[in-house]
């Protein structure tokens, strides 16, 4: 079992609020992720991160915003949550030399 | 943008006996590729994942097979068990092709256990 934690496990919220996502690692991890996955169906990349003070962008464009201010942690932000934006959101990190990514549970998700 | 994909959303298999989850992709540049089995409520976990310089790798139960002449990578999970009952997602990584430094995922195959 890889450590990586995500909460909340499950979110249901109005249109309009602002909401966190929360990732933790305790495996020294540089590198960290965050995809998006909706029932069923293949998981898209939305933000990465090499290290603190680094923030990229995905391949799916994403509304979210996200931060790396310290190693083990990368939240994931949504100023003005809307009903597009339900969704399983998937938090991964690795190693700086290897690729295989260890993922957390997960955050499902609903904006009503 | 290039992107992996498998053949069957779904595959029902008698237990005990063996399956094989294929997945085609379309980035000949690609040099990772990673299977993950991921159970309902949970995340991805991570199975095996091979390298373009090899042609089959074994784990525990499960071997990879990459076919980089026509670009297909297979899962074999051998005596399926209850437990393997999911969904199985190929991915490969996405710099390779141009894309961001990441995972690209396949649509995945959901694996149904038949008693």
């Known amino acids: 079992e890889a450590d990586i934690y995500q909460t909340p496990r499950y979110l249901v919220i109005g249109t309009g609020k602002k909401i966190t996502l929360e990732c933790s690692q305790t495996m020294g991890h540089d590198k960290m992720y965050w995809y998006q996955q909706d029932p069923g169906m293949e998981l898209h990349l939305i933000h990465y991160?090499?290290?603190?003070?680094?923030?990229e962008k995905g391949d799916l464009s994403s509304e979210s915003t996200v931060s790396r201010i310290r190693t083990e942690h990368f939240p994931l932000t949504l100023e003005s949550a809307r009903p597009s934006h339900t969704s399983q959101y998937l938090c991964?990190?690795?190693?700086?030399?290897?690729?295989?990514?260890?993922f957390g549970p997960g955050t499902r998700l609903l904006v009503l | 943008g290039e992107s992996v994909g498998l053949h069957l959303p779904t595959l029902s298999v008698q237990e005990g006996d063996n399956s094989i989850i294929n997945c085609a992709y379309s980035?000949?540049?690609?040099?990772?590729f990673i299977w993950y089995k991921q159970e309902s409520g949970k995340g991805p976990q991570f199975i095996i994942d091979i390298r373009s310089n090899m042609d089959k790798r074994q784990g525990q139960r499960v071997t990879v097979l990459l076919n980089k002449t026509v670009k297909h990578l297979s899962l074999q999970i051998a005596a399926t068990q209850p437990g393997d009952s999911a969904v199985y997602f190929c991915?490969?990584?996405?710099?390779?092709?141009?894309?961001?430094?990441?995972?690209?995922f396949g649509k995945g195959t959901h694996l149904i256990i038949q008693p």
């Open positions: 991915a490969e990584n996405s710099r390779s092709g141009g894309g961001a430094d990441g995972l690209t």
């Open positions: 980035n000949s540049a690609s040099d990772y």
């Open positions: 991964a990190s690795s190693e700086w030399t290897f690729e295989t990514q260890y």
């Open positions: 991160s090499y290290g603190v003070n680094s923030t």
